[in-house]
């Protein structure tokens, strides 16, 4: 039996969380082979861009989680894998300057999928890259159900099909249901995901509100805001308080749940 959701809270992760979120990772990647992040590499994520790093928790717990990283879109437009797009788990790959929110984890636990909780997370996704001015959001989505259908049909036919509803896929209807599009096949995408087959869909959502950055001085200016701009509140780390903004013209109030 579900158990009564009381208090649902998005709030930004933290290292206090680790130990809850490895748990929660195991639990909700099952058919995948080591499905956490490893701490150092939690901690290295929050040190290079914490305000991309969200949880949804449920009755106090974590039920679920958003990583992110901000990349230039001009060196991964091609096939590119996930250890690639990571930089080896390192997040080298992070840059402020870069132009596309770039999305390197998403999950819900299997007992509160349904309920809406991952929209959350994709709308708190698409409000930061408004935010940052960012031109989109982009992952390399997994197709799990793919597996069941490899022996028939390719990858391409196979997105077709869960596009037009013919055949259900978990995640790639989730996806196309918050508004991506897919652009490729990405192939060899993320190791050891056999359900996919080793494949993803490279999935993409435009931020209609992006403004290229004024050539007289603006684009240096915002981007040196940008350094303080969009801080969790240092008391709570919850998302429904202040948010330090030095360029107004960027500044907003989040959404609350
Ligand atoms: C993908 C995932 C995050 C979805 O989270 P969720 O909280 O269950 O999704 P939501 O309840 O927010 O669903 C939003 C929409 O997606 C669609 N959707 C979600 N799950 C679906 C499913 N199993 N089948 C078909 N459509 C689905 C629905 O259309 C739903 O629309 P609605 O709001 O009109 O009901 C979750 O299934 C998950 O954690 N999967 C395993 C981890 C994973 O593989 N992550 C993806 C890495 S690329």
């Given at each position: 039996m579900k158990q009564k959701i009381k208090n649902i809270e998005l709030t930004?992760?933290?290292?206090?969380d680790y130990q809850e979120l490895k748990r929660a990772m195991i639990i909700a990647y099952k058919t995948i082979p080591n499905p956490y992040w490893e701490e150092?590499?939690?901690?290295?994520l929050l040190s290079k861009f914490p305000e991309g790093q969200i949880v949804i928790k449920v009755n106090g717990h974590i039920t679920g989680c958003a990583l992110s990283i901000i990349i230039d879109h001009e060196q991964f437009e091609d096939q590119h894998t996930y250890k690639e797009i990571t930089g080896n788990s390192t997040f080298d790959t992070h840059t402020q300057s870069g132009d596309t929110l770039y999305g390197?984890?998403?999950?819900?636990?299997?007992?509160f999928r349904g309920l809406r909780l991952g929209r959350r997370l994709y709308d708190f996704r698409k409000e930061l890259c408004e935010k940052l001015n960012l031109k989109g959001i982009e992952f390399g989505g997994r197709i799990p159900n793919y597996?069941?259908?490899?022996?028939?049909?390719?990858p391409k036919t196979y997105i077709e099909r869960v596009k037009s509803k013919k055949i259900l896929d978990p995640v790639l209807n989730f996806q196309l249901s918050n508004d991506f599009y897919p652009v490729r096949v990405l192939k060899?995408?993320?190791?050891g995901d056999s359900a996919s087959n080793e494949y993803a869909v490279l999935l993409?959502?435009?931020?209609?509100?992006?403004?290229?950055?004024?050539?007289?001085?603006?684009?240096?200016?915002?981007?040196?805001?940008?350094?303080?701009?969009y801080r969790p509140n240092a008391a709570s780390g919850i998302l429904c308080g202040h948010f330090e903004c030095i360029q107004k013209r960027f500044c907003f109030v989040p959404r609350i749940f």
């Open positions: 930004y992760l933290t290292i206090d150092l590499e939690i901690q290295t390197i984890d998403v999950f819900i636990k299997p007992e597996h069941k259908y490899q022996d028939k049909m390719s060899g995408y993320l190791e993409k959502w435009d931020n209609i509100y992006y403004e290229k950055p004024c050539s007289l001085g603006f684009g240096a200016m915002a981007d040196a805001s940008l350094q303080g701009y």
